[in-house]
């Protein structure tokens, strides 16, 4: 088995503080994922609910440093495959080209993928959908509404 990840990063205009908050409030993630629930301190659990309550994935978070570094582990439920660490990172500001305006770096990595992993395959198409999400929720207000979601 080898240690399989996927990275993707993009810029939002926002700040550090607005990107933290859109990646762990409540409300927020409803709006661009799913009801994912946690304090999202070090230790602390974290899930993906749907509707009629049924766990979807659960994990630990491992490292918890707002509004730069947020990382975890996660288990999806009924899938036979090993447990994955998501790790997010916000930079510092960048200098945007529009006056005014501010712009951070996301780079969000997900590791520990076996080999021909089908949980590797959805998630590659699951991230730039809710990070897409995130940005343009960020940016205009509003979410993008894909189907997938919860």
């Not at 947020?70 to 960048?94: A, C, K, M, Q, R």
């Not at 780079?107 to 076996?114: D, E, H, I, N, V």
């Amino acid at each position: 088995m080898s240690n399989t990840s996927i990275t993707y990063v993009i810029h939002v205009a926002a700040t550090s503080e607005q990107l933290w908050n859109a990646l762990t409030s409540a409300e927020a993630l409803a709006k661009n994922w799913g009801r994912i629930e946690s304090t999202w301190t070090k230790g602390a659990p974290v899930s993906e609910v749907d509707e009629s309550g049924r766990v979807l994935w659960r994990g630990e978070v491992r490292r918890s440093e707002p509004p730069r570094v947020l990382s975890y582990t996660f288990d999806v439920t009924g899938i036979n495959e090993p447990t994955t660490d998501v790790t997010v990172e916000i930079g510092p500001p960048v200098s945007p080209t529009a006056p005014g305006s501010q712009v951070v770096q996301l780079r969000l990595t997900q590791s520990g993928f076996a080999d021909g992993s089908q949980l590797m395959a959805g998630c590659a198409r699951a991230w730039p959908e809710i990070l897409s999400s995130v940005k343009t929720y960020l940016e205009t207000g509003r979410p993008l509404g894909f189907a997938w979601k919860h």
